[in-house]
């Protein structure tokens, strides 16, 4: 199975702050990625798929890049709603999908 | 408004069986791929199976595969996940997930708010 690997686990923040989160594959997995945000007894959310695009409502300060193995999540000035676990999963290996451990952002 | 209502969750001792459901609404059911990701008590996501529109691809995750059987009713506009011979480390938060496509392969663009499934003696 692809491992997806998230980096940090844990990350403190300001708002206002600029944030990057990073996933990484076990192996090439193209474009094949995907974005969540979750928050504390709420089911996931989708910010961003196809690695770069952005989710119908989801605001323009959430981005995502890169593809192959090495992506990004970037929240650009960060708001008091977007403290949270984000999740990076990927969809390349069909009907084997994984999900990384997760990165909390917390307030500082 | 896309819904997605889960139930049938439970405490369960080992080794027995359990069935949930997921009940859709807000979108044409047939035509969306659907699946199901747990997430155990404090921990991350875990895709566990998933179906395409027509039942005609279907997959599972291997810590449940030979388990657990997916299923869904078009007509019902409903979601199923059978699970047998329950284990302790299949405790955890069940979500119905919705595709943004009638294929398997995808995001999952709508969640429900998950059933709780609890296997102890």
């Known amino acids: 199975a692809i491992r997806m690997t998230q980096s940090p686990s844990s990350l403190s923040a300001s708002t206002g702050d600029r944030v990057t989160i990073t996933c990484r594959a076990s192996?090439?997995?193209?474009?094949?990625l995907a974005w969540y945000q979750q928050k504390p007894g709420k089911a996931p959310k989708l910010l961003i798929y196809?690695?770069?695009t952005l989710q119908s409502g989801v605001p323009s300060r959430f981005s995502g890049s890169g593809s192959g193995t090495d992506f990004t999540l970037t929240i650009s000035c960060l708001q008091s709603e977007d403290f949270a676990t984000y999740y990076c999963?990927?969809?390349?290996?069909?009907?084997?999908?994984?999900f990384g451990q997760g990165t909390k952002l917390e307030i500082k | 408004e896309v819904q997605l209502v889960e139930s049938g969750g439970g405490l369960v001792q080992p080794g027995r069986s359990l069935r949930l459901s997921c009940a859709a609404s807000?979108?044409?059911?047939?035509?969306?791929?659907m699946h199901w990701v747990r997430q155990a008590p404090g921990k991350g996501l875990e895709w566990v199976s998933g179906?395409?529109?027509?039942?005609?691809?279907?997959g599972y995750a291997d810590s449940v595969k030979g388990r657990f059987t997916i299923s869904r009713d078009n007509a019902k506009n409903s979601l199923y996940l059978q699970m047998n011979s329950l284990r302790a480390e299949d405790t955890a938060l069940y979500y119905c997930?919705?595709?943004?496509?009638?294929?398997?392969?995808?995001?999952?663009?709508?969640w429900g708010q998950g059933t709780l499934v609890t296997v102890s003696s």
């Open positions: 997930a919705k595709a943004p496509s009638a294929m398997v392969q995808g995001s999952f663009d709508y």
């Open positions: 807000g979108f044409t059911f047939d035509d969306y791929a």
């Open positions: 179906i395409s529109w027509n039942s005609g691809s279907i």
């Open positions: 192996q090439g997995i193209s474009s094949y």
């Open positions: 196809a690695a770069s």
């Open positions: 999963q990927q969809y390349y290996s069909y009907l084997m999908y994984t």
